[in-house]
């Protein structure tokens, strides 16, 4: 057993290695302006499965240097998957947006529902549980020294704050499930065909709906075929070839 531990250990320690190896690799070809095999070593960084929100980001701006306009809208939207907060990635994003055709207005969403998803879907929900698991240490230590205090006023400074990171706690665990079931609901695709017709039904011979080029974002709701339903920011509904479009999750 403590064999088959060492050897599981040194794969590990040598595939990150490799991995980081390979991101800085990609990043000296950037750097040198060989956008293309800049990109193909961070592809072979994610093909080993040592996928990060730095090594999607650089791929996209490998592409975006590139014009490849779905390639790099699809890799800062992964790279903002797994780092809500990045704001490189999304000033970025919004740079290659702006090489899209399309112009999809979204549908102002209202009350208090989006104000809670403003909130918590400022984080991952990873970061919500890590922010829960370091609550319940503060709350332990603020408990060893609210029962050890020696005077009232201590006593009572220690309970306030036991009170305060429960709440805090509870507010982490609530925001963790909350943004991690609403992201569960959505399926989130980018566009990669250059021009592709939406139809009004599931079948080839159906007529068009209406047109979209590559670097949109749809939203798939239901698959049928070699055709998935998909919906647009502006609630815009039709089917489209399943291989016209590539999903991010």
Same mark, same amino acid.
């Given at each position: ?17 490799? $991995? ?52 790099? %809208? ?14 490189? $990635? ?58 050890? $205090? ?18 805090? %706690?509870?507010?982490? %665990? ?9 992201? $569960? ?65």
């Amino acid at each position: 057993m403590k064999k088959l531990l060492y050897i599981l250990t040194v794969v590990l320690c040598f595939t990150q290695g490799w $991995a980081q190896s390979a991101f800085e690799e990609g990043n000296t070809l950037y750097t040198d302006g060989k956008y293309s095999e800049a990109a193909k070593k961070y592809e072979s960084v994610l093909e080993n499965k040592q996928e990060s929100a730095e090594v999607y980001f650089n791929l996209a701006n490998a592409y975006y240097k590139m014009n490849r306009v779905a390639p790099a %809208i699809y890799n800062y939207e992964k790279a903002l998957l797994l780092k809500p907060n990045y704001k490189d $990635a999304t000033i970025n994003l919004g740079y290659a947006q702006k090489m899209a055709i399309d112009d999809i207005q979204a549908v102002p969403e209202v009350g208090f529902s989006k104000m809670v998803y403003n909130f918590t879907g400022a984080y991952h929900y990873d970061a919500w549980a890590w922010g829960a698991v370091v609550g319940a240490i503060l709350f332990l230590l603020l408990f060893v020294g609210y029962y050890f $205090a020696g005077t009232t006023t201590l006593k009572r400074v220690f309970f306030v704050g036991m009170f305060m990171t429960l709440l805090g %706690i509870i507010v982490a %665990i609530l925001s963790a499930v909350f943004v991690k079931s609403e992201g $569960a609901k959505e399926r989130p695709a980018i566009v990669y065909e250059e021009v592709v017709s939406v139809k009004s039904e599931p079948r080839d011979t159906a007529p068009d709906a209406f047109i979209l080029h590559e670097g949109s974002k749809v939203y798939v709701t239901e698959t049928l075929g070699n055709y998935k339903k998909i919906e647009l920011a502006d609630e815009t509904e039709g089917w489209i070839e399943k291989d016209a479009i590539k999903e991010l999750k």
